[in-house]
């Protein structure tokens, strides 16, 4: 019969109406759901005098596992006593998203999983509002609110928060629930748990003390203890390639395509970092998330009746714990921000080193091209050269050829010998060729200043349009005063 969730009673509306514009089948039919069969759930309980721990838990053996009678709070037995804490890993791939497949890039539409954990114990819808893989930002954020009787008495604290693990997967969402009435039972839905985390977590409860993962925010102290430890890795792993870089000796000898290379891989360290950075504030901001709800819980279950009583001993150890994470998300930060930073003056080392080369590249280049030109000059003089031999030639060639005229006559005398005679009208050839030379020298200058003029005044048409160096700069500096 199907469910209106609508009907679902909330405390916080203007949160978690969003969510409730679904209707479901069933909610409660675990074992009818075959939308998400790679979802694997894992239990860890703590009872008075023992723990109890489940691996491989699939989502139709919930029902079973979890009963919907008195025995929610007192564990699987009358000898077991109330469950004291009890942790939920959920590993689905899908987030809760039952929209999943096609890409859908709204609002999740949950699974039965979640909604089975909503009405068994309370999940709050808005932890699951942006619990999507499919949504381009997923926000959880930070959030508690105190749970009231009718008489307006606090009852429970709830809240959830999550914690990003970058690019390599998705991030971890953790719910938690601390009730204030007897005994005092808190109840953990963390959803795709970091290996680690979830191993320490698990250890703790079965070759440990299990009574120490009762601490007020023991759990969540593991898990921002793996959130750190992950980033810190991270971050030594890009710092070690960024002082690859900084050796002088070594960059000395990259070549023009190598320093473009490590220019890339700087910006991708640089990117890194950044993103590293922001979880290391992130991280910061949720440990002081932690501790207000620390505070507000001891208030609270100092202001019940009977006061609840708790240890100094676990009082102060979760204290010191959270205060040396807080110190080392400190530390990540601040060297995080260090790291980055050098990564930037690297890559305009890098950036320069580049340019410089391209610079002496083309200086190279200018001075070959200078080279040519002055061979090519030189060839040209050359020709002007055999040119003008050949224009001094010319014309009396022209007029000897035109009126046929002959110098030297050779005649053969009376006695048989050669005899070489002057023409009498000699006169007449140097007194054409020569006016005729003076003439074709004339005009062939004439042209060449012509020409030369006409290049010229191109020349100042280019320069009059082409705005000086100057100017260019002089307006450049006035762009960026008025910019800042």
């Not at 990540?332 to 890098?350: D, P, Q, V």
Request: proline residues 5%.
């Amino acid at each position: 019969m199907p469910v209106d969730v609508i009907s679902t009673p909330v405390s916080h509306p203007e949160l978690e109406l969003r969510l409730l514009e679904l209707t479901v089948d069933n909610p409660t039919g675990l074992k009818e759901d075959t939308s998400h069969e790679s979802i694997f759930i894992d239990v860890v309980e703590i009872y008075p005098e023992r723990s109890r721990t489940k691996r491989g838990l699939r989502p139709g053996g919930l029902a079973s596992y979890f009963p919907q009678s008195a025995e929610l709070n007192s564990g699987r037995g009358v000898d077991a006593g109330p469950t004291l804490l009890r942790i939920i890993f959920v590993e689905d791939p899908a987030y809760a998203d039952s929209s999943l497949p096609p890409l859908n890039r709204g609002r999740p539409s949950l699974n039965k999983t979640a909604l089975w954990l909503h009405h068994r114990f309370g999940v709050s819808l808005s932890f699951y509002q942006n619990m999507s893989p499919t949504l381009e930002l997923r926000a959880t954020g930070c959030g508690y609110f105190t749970k009231y009787d009718q008489a307006e008495k606090a009852i429970a604290l709830i809240g959830f928060y999550q914690n990003s693990h970058g690019f390599d997967g998705g991030p971890v969402h953790i719910w938690f629930s601390h009730s204030l009435q007897e005994p005092r039972s808190s109840t953990y839905v963390i959803y795709n748990t970091p290996p680690g985390a979830k191993k320490h977590i698990f250890m703790c409860a079965e070759k440990q003390d299990s009574s120490l993962l009762l601490r007020p925010l023991a759990v969540d102290a593991f898990m921002e203890e793996d959130y750190h430890d992950a980033w810190h890795l991270k971050t030594g792993c890009w710092r070690t390639k960024l002082v690859y870089f900084e050796d002088d000796s070594r960059i000395s000898t990259f070549t023009p395509a190598q320093c473009v290379k490590a220019v890339e891989e700087l910006h991708d360290i640089d990117k890194n970092l950044h993103v590293a950075h922001g979880n290391f504030q992130d991280l910061l901001e949720k440990l002081d998330f932690l501790l207000s709800i620390r505070e507000k819980y001891l208030t609270y279950a100092a202001h019940l009746s009977p006061p609840a009583h708790f240890s100094q001993r676990d009082i102060t150890s979760i204290d010191e714990s959270l205060s040396l994470l807080r110190l080392r998300g400190q530390f990540g930060l601040r060297w995080t921000r260090n790291y980055y930073e050098r990564a930037r003056i690297r890559i305009n080392l890098f950036f320069n080193l580049t340019t410089q080369a391209d610079s002496r590249t083309n200086l190279d280049i200018a001075r070959l091209t200078t080279k040519i030109s002055v061979t090519a000059q030189r060839d040209s003089s050359s020709m002007i050269t055999i040119a003008a031999v050949t224009m001094f030639f010319l014309p009396g060639s022209f007029v000897s050829t035109l009126f046929s005229m002959v110098f030297f006559d050779a005649e053969t005398n009376q006695r048989g010998k050669m005899n070489l005679s002057v023409s009498s009208q000699w006169w007449l050839f140097p007194l054409v060729a020569i006016p005729l030379t003076i003439l074709v020298f004339v005009i062939w200058i004439v042209w060449q200043r012509q020409r030369q003029a006409r290049v010229l005044k191109e020349v100042e048409e280019v320069q009059q349009m082409t705005p000086r160096l100057e100017d260019v700069e002089r307006s450049s500096i006035f762009s960026e005063k008025k910019i800042h």
